[in-house]
Every structure is written in C-alpha cells, then in structure tokens.
T-cell receptor, first 110, second 113 residues
Framework: GIQVEQSPPDLILQEGANSTLRCNFS?????LQWFHQNPWGQLINLFY???GTKQNGRLSATTVATERYSLLYISSSQTTDSGVYFC????????????FGSGTKLNVKP | SAVISQKPSRDICQRGTSLTIQCQVD?????MFWYRQQPGQSLTLIAT?????????ESGFVIDKFPISRPNLTFSTLTVSNMSPEDSSIYLC??????????FGPGTRLLVL
C-alpha cells in the first residue's frame, strides 16, 4: 500500500501563530484530502487537493503531486483549530481505497 | 456534502458479546466504507460495503469478526462480533461524493470491558 507520513506529530502553538503541516506519500495518487478531527472525534473534510493550491479562510493547502507531498497552512491560529489533522491519499489503482497518515496533533493555547 | 448519522454514538460492552453499528446517509451512494480508529491512532479501513454484493474486506479483517450488511443505497451496518478489549475503538462510516470527497459519520465509540 501507499505510505503516508505526516509531520510534525505534535504541535503546540500560541493563539495567533501560523503553522505548516506536511504530508509525504510514497506513490502517485488520484486523490488527496486533508481532514480535521475535533476533540469530540468528528472528522471534517478541509480540502480535496490532489494537486495545486486552495484556500479557505485562514486555511490553505498546496499539493505538489510530482514531488509527492502536500502542505496545510494554518494562519492566525485559534483555540478551535485544536485537534488532529489527517492527510489521506487515494490509491490510483483502486479508486475506493484510501490511506491515512498518522496525523498531526495540534494544541492551540489561548 | 453529505449528512451521515451513526447509532449508537457510544457503548460499553462486555467481552464475548456483539454490537451492531448502524450508518444512515442522507442520499443514495454506491459505496460505503467502514473504518476503525484505535485509541490515539490513525484510521484503518475495515471494509467497503456495496449494495447487493458482499463487502470487500481489507487485510487483517474478516467477515466472521466484522459482518457487514448493505440492504439499500442509504444504509449499512457493521457488527463487531465476540468482542475483546482490543476491539475498543472508534468505528466510523464514510461515503465518497463526486468520486472525490470523503465524508465521515460522527463515529461510534466502543469500550469493551
């Protein structure tokens, strides 16, 4: 299967700080998504971004498919950004198979 | 987007028993997915549930332990059978919309004593 590595594993920020989360993957993919899992366990889809750059408010993401990595930027972080951020990639040979990274646990302090 | 509900939201069960988790989607989907998230871990795909055919299980998961039903295009169940404490996890169902975006239900938190 596809190996998905996320870094850093843990991140502590002061409210208002910016951060960059990274996702490396081991093979070509047909799908890449970023998710936020809040402290109650709910997974929220942030971006569908197999390539290129997208922005949504304080969040933006960039995927460089040829170099097999994606970045999630969080600007002006808020305490509500706390939780775990997962990167998930789709297998190009099996459109319904997704591989999740181990996540980045973010704690934003007031 | 997709609106997905799961029942129960949480449960505490005794070892050796079974629990059936329900997943309801707000509109028809071809495939539904079941994931397990063990404490502090990432998500692992258990199986893909297709309407009208047997589920496809991932390596390490077997039908006898995790039987799945898919009676129609908006509903699926996952049963965790003969439970042990190692089955304590969050179980999540998900769907793929537009062939691109995966949406998850709120999850079922299971604790096995």
């Amino acid at each position: 299967g596809i190996q998905v590595e996320q870094s850093p594993p843990d991140l502590i920020l002061q409210e208002g700080a910016n951060s960059t989360l990274r996702c490396n993957f081991s093979d070509s993919v047909n799908n890449l998504q970023w998710f936020h899992q809040n402290p109650w366990g709910q997974l929220i889809n942030l971006f569908y971004i197999p390539s290129g750059t997208k922005q949504n408010g304080r969040l933006s993401a960039t995927t460089v498919a040829t170099e097999r990595y994606s970045l999630l930027y969080i600007s002006s972080s808020q305490t509500t950004d706390s939780g775990v951020y997962f990167c998930a990639v789709g297998d190009k040979y099996n459109f319904n198979k997704f591989y999740f990274g181990s996540g980045t646990k973010l704690n934003v302090k007031p | 987007s997709a609106v997905i509900s799961q029942k129960p939201s949480r449960d505490i069960c005794q070892r050796g028993t079974s629990l059936t988790i329900q997943c309801q989607v707000d509109s028809q989907v071809t495939m539904m997915f079941w994931y397990r998230q063990q404490p502090g871990q990432s998500l692992t795909l258990i199986a893909t549930a297709n309407q009208g055919s047997e589920a496809t299980y991932e390596s390490g998961f077997v039908i006898d332990k995790f039987p799945i039903s898919r009676p129609n295009l908006t509903f699926s169940t996952l049963t965790v059978s003969n439970m042990s404490p190692e089955d304590s996890s969050i179980y999540l169902c998900s769907v793929l919309r537009g062939g691109e975006t995966q949406y998850f239900g709120p999850g079922t938190r299971l604790l096995v004593l």
